[in-house]
């Protein structure tokens, strides 16, 4: 428990399932409020409230599609509007076609870029002047792939190696104002968009053997790191990138 985060406000993008929902809960178990930001899945958005509200916590469900300008715009003034302030950012929210990166049409890369990777300094301009209180985190999420093949990853790599270099350009320019950037490079996990890259559940069945902790990554897990560096005991850590994977990659 990291009890100066209680109070605080949190916006964690893509937080109807997988990482984003584990990390909105574990945020409010902090006493943290959280908006569930979400693209389609409503009805999930809106469970994960509950669920929140049923641990006596306070979260707002709120659409914005991450890749679009005017929709964050439109997500930040509501933000302002109830709460008047912002203390962390979590960008995790990712979208890709998955597929062969010589089957990738420029529509592809246009919107994967955009979703992916501008939206990190897209909502960090938006955030920033809400983060007014002498703390700010922003923490992004990212994979392998940023800087390995991920055989049917397509152009979500390219993005993921965008967002690392955002990441870390933001901890430099935003540290003197009192914001530390950070992020957590988070090993495979059996999510839906996981799955949805062909072989992976394989690889997931490979990844259990090779990974020295023997299973592979549970969104809880990525969770925990991101309260961790949200809180004050990660205070000195700027424009890293904290690996969770059980191990996965220290194996060849
Ligand atoms: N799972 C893994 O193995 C793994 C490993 C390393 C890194 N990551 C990264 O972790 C993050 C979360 O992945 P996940 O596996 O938890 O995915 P997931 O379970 O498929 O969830 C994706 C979430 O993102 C939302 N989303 C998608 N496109 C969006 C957009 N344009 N605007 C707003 N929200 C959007 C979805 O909401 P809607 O349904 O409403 O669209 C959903 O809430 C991503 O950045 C991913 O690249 C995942």
């Given at each position: 428990m990291y009890p100066e985060l209680a109070g605080k406000h949190a916006l964690v993008t893509g937080a109807t399932r997988g990482f984003g929902k584990a990390i909105a809960l574990?945020?409010?178990?902090?006493?943290?409020?959280?908006?569930?930001?979400?693209?389609r899945s409503m009805t999930e958005a809106d469970s994960v409230v509950d669920e929140i509200k049923g641990l006596g916590g306070e979260a707002i469900a709120m659409r914005a599609d991450v890749g679009k300008i005017a929709s964050l715009e439109g997500m930040f003034a509501t933000i302002k509007e109830e709460w008047g302030q912002l203390d962390i950012l979590v960008a995790n929210?990712?979208?890709?076609?998955?597929?062969?990166?010589?089957?990738?049409?420029?529509?592809?890369w246009?919107?994967?870029l955009a979703a992916s990777a501008r939206s990190l300094l897209d909502m960090s301009k938006l955030a920033v002047p809400l983060?007014?209180?002498?703390?700010?985190?922003?923490?992004?999420?990212?994979?392998?792939?940023?800087?390995?093949?991920?055989?049917?990853?397509?152009?979500v790599g390219a993005a993921k190696a965008a967002l690392e270099s955002v990441t870390r350009g933001l901890a430099y320019e935003l540290g003197p104002k009192g914001i530390v950037v950070n992020?957590?490079?988070?090993?495979?996990?059996?999510t839906k968009s996981a799955r949805s890259i062909p072989g992976a559940v394989?690889?997931?069945?490979?990844?259990?053997?090779?990974?020295?902790?023997?299973?592979?990554?549970?969104?809880?897990d990525i969770a925990k790191v991101v309260a961790f560096l949200a809180s004050e005991q990660a205070d000195m850590i700027c424009g890293h990138f904290v690996t969770v994977d059980g191990g996965r990659n220290i194996v060849g």
């Open positions: 574990n945020l409010a178990r902090q006493g943290v409020k959280v908006v569930v930001n979400f693209r929210a990712a979208f890709g076609v998955p597929g062969n990166l010589m089957e990738a049409t420029p529509k592809y246009d919107i994967t983060m007014n209180n002498n703390y700010g985190r922003i923490i992004s999420i990212t994979s392998d792939g940023g800087q390995l093949v991920i055989p049917g990853y397509g152009v992020g957590v490079l988070a090993g495979l996990a059996n394989d690889v997931m069945d490979h990844a259990k053997f090779h990974t020295p902790l023997g299973r592979i990554v549970e969104p809880e």
